[in-house]
């Protein structure tokens, strides 16, 4: 399968099998209701913060209204960015592709997509991804260049 300018090849093994279209569809299901949850709440909080910023007559009030609010702008921002990886996941199910590694193309295990449903790297990739985020280890294609000869 060709997937971004490369060849991949899909490493299945006993403990990672592909998943079955009805697991597949039991996930679609769950993101769905997290998707529908997450847009909701977001509704809800927007009213609130209208609200309250509307009731305070004195600065003391209003200033922390106004912290308040940023605070719920930072959690609505990183449900924003969630939303974008459900509907990338979802995605990735309409492409047949979404119990497959992003970086690897191994089978992600279920596992990791019952915890995850939205992820889209295997545990092993996602480990390297954090460790390079980190700073302890360089990217794999970075250290392989700097070896080979």
């Known amino acids: 399968m060709a997937t971004k300018g490369r060849v991949r090849q899909r490493e ?14 039991e996930f679609k299901v769950q993101l769905h209701d997290k998707r529908k949850q997450l847009l909701s ?18 600065e003391v009030d209003l200033a922390s209204a106004e912290y308040e609010a940023a605070f719920e702008n930072r959690l609505r921002d990183r449900e924003k960015y969630l939303l974008k990886k459900i509907d990338k996941a979802l995605e990735r199910m309409e492409e047949g592709v979404y119990d497959e590694c992003e970086s690897c193309g191994s089978i ?42």
């Open 12 to 25: 299945t093994g006993e403990d990672n099998p592909p998943l079955t279209p009805e697991e597949i569809a």
């Open 41 to 58: 709440g977001s509704e809800d909080t927007k009213k609130t913060i209208d609200e309250d910023q509307e009731k305070l007559p004195d």
């Open 108 to 149: 992600i295990a279920k596992k990791r997509l019952q915890a995850r449903p939205e992820a889209t790297l295997c545990i092993v990739c996602k480990e390297e991804q954090e460790q390079v985020e980190k700073g302890f280890v360089k990217p794999r294609l970075q250290r392989e260049e700097e070896y080979t000869f």
